[in-house]
């Protein structure tokens, strides 16, 4: 599985729709609106990368109002319920 965070900026007027759009893309798992260095990320999660390409190139840049997107691929995945296994192994 891919993991992919997606920073969008967007026109001003468009945010709260592109929100809602890009929640019905097929590949896109979550959709936040942010403050800071983007005005939206959508996290991307497929099977391939080429499934990857295919969802931010083809169907996130087809939607109005997006002026620009930087794609985060991710390595690997750590939760606090993961780091507390991890340490909790043997204990007893």
Known sequence: MVHAFVL????????APLAAELADVEGVAEVYS??????????VRVRRHDELADVVTRRIHSLDGITNT???IAFQSFSRHDLEAMWDLGAE
Do not use: E
């Not at 969008?8 to 468009?14: C, G, L």
């Not at 942010?34 to 996290?43: L, Q, T």
């Open 8 to 15: 969008i900026d967007a026109v001003p007027a468009r945010v």
């Open 34 to 43: 942010v403050a800071g260095h983007a005005d939206i990320v959508a996290v």
């Open 70 to 72: 930087r794609t985060l």
